[in-house]
């Protein structure tokens, strides 16, 4: 899986249009092996994006879990202290 795409199910609160459409670009700049396409591929890269934004939303609407929803600061304090133990010198 991408690094850059981070799970955003079970948050509170929910996952943003933006997070969810930036998730998308991620995964299909990854797949097309490109960060910018060229003027002839644009269209249908950003059409991919939005599809793939369109259907990350749905599936984020309607999973349901019985686990109790994660704090956004207390992950990012985590994914912080997992970074500097990592990168520790």
């Known amino acids: 899986m991408c690094r850059n795409i981070r ?3 079970n948050f509170e609160p ?3 249009t933006d997070e969810v459409r930036a998730a998308a670009l991620q995964f299909v700049r990854k ?3 490109t960060t910018k396409p ?3 591929n644009e ?3 950003t059409e991919a994006v939005e599809e793939i934004a369109h259907i990350t939303q749905h599936l ?3 999973l349901t879990t019985s686990a ?3 704090d956004r600061d207390v992950e990012a304090a ?3 202290a997992r970074s500097a133990a990592r990168f520790a010198s």
């Open 43 to 45: 269209q249908y890269f």
């Open 31 to 33: 797949v097309s092996g």
């Open 78 to 80: 985590k994914a912080r």
């Open 68 to 70: 109790p929803p994660k």
């Open 7 to 9: 799970p955003l199910n």
């Open 14 to 16: 929910p996952a943003t």
């Open 60 to 62: 984020l609407d309607h």
């Open 38 to 40: 060229s003027k002839a």
